[in-house]
T-cell receptor
Framework: GESVGLHLPTLSVQEGDNSIINCAYSNSASDYFIWYKQESGKGPQFIIDIRSNMDKRQGQRVTVLLNKTVKHLSLQIAATQPGDSAVYFC???????????FGSGTRLQVQP | EPEVTQTPSHQVTQMGQEVILRCVPI?????FYWYRQILGQKVEFLVSFYNNEISEKSEIFDDQFSVERPDGSNFTLKIRSTKLEDSAMYFC????????????FGPGTRLLVL
């Protein structure tokens, strides 16, 4: 189930630091956005979502920011832990559709 | 915590053979999906299924593909005559709401067509 990213951008952080993963989307009709985490051997795991009528949403140690003006989404992970090491995908959904459109992913490496 | 499960975890087949990938969605979910991820590429939507019929499909989901919910728990993806380019990870997902409902993914089946 790993997302094999031969050309995945990689973010390397020290344990305890904050991480920011960015995503650009192109469809201005998208009204729902999700961040997924994919660990080696597993499928995408839901982290947090946000609807287009919001610009910020917080979860446990994670925050998603949405800037519709520039079609940009970010995931902030506070106090990053080794267990956060994975590939992170943003996904978007168009109004009235069920299909998710995934971004290409970012590999997060947490150095102990 | 309820999970989506998929079998088999790995499948190797010869080109031209039929394969059936199986999924057990989360029990109270109503919408079911198949996605695939070719090596080194993005996760791509294939099809969504609700109330025993396809509700949406992508251009990838051609006549070689079909889906079925044969009983109250399983959801299958059949590829009738596999091609080399069908080699990929296939993910099943389910959600309890079709519009903005969170989609929960299974661990995937790695299909290799030789």
């Amino acid at each position: 189930g790993e997302s094999v990213g031969l050309h995945l951008p990689t973010l390397s952080v020290q344990e305890g630091d904050n991480s920011i993963i960015n995503c650009a989307y192109s469809n201005s009709a998208s009204d729902y956005f999700i961040w997924y985490k994919q660990e080696s051997g597993k499928g995408p795991q839901f982290i947090i979502d946000i609807r287009s009528n919001m610009d910020k949403r917080q979860g446990q140690r994670v925050t998603v920011l949405l800037n519709k003006t520039v079609k940009h989404l970010s995931l902030q992970i506070a106090a990053t832990q080794p267990g956060d090491s994975a590939v992170y995908f943003c996904a978007e959904k168009d109004t009235g559709r069920r299909a998710l459109t995934f971004g290409s992913g970012t590999r997060l490496q947490v150095q102990p | 915590e309820p999970e989506v499960t998929q079998t088999p975890s790995h499948q190797v087949t010869q080109m031209g053979q039929e394969v059936i990938l199986r999924c057990v969605p989360i029990s109270n979910h109503l919408y079911f999906y198949w996605y695939r991820q070719i090596l080194g590429q993005k996760v791509e939507f294939l099809v969504s299924f609700y109330n025993n019929e396809i509700s949406e499909k992508s251009e990838i989901f051609d006549d070689q593909f079909s889906v079925e919910r044969p009983d109250g728990s399983n959801f299958t993806l059949k590829i009738r005559s596999t091609k080399l380019e069908d080699s990929a990870m296939y993910f099943c997902a389910s959600s309890d709401l079709g519009g903005s409902g969170d989609q929960y993914f299974g661990p995937g089946t790695r299909l290799l067509v030789l």
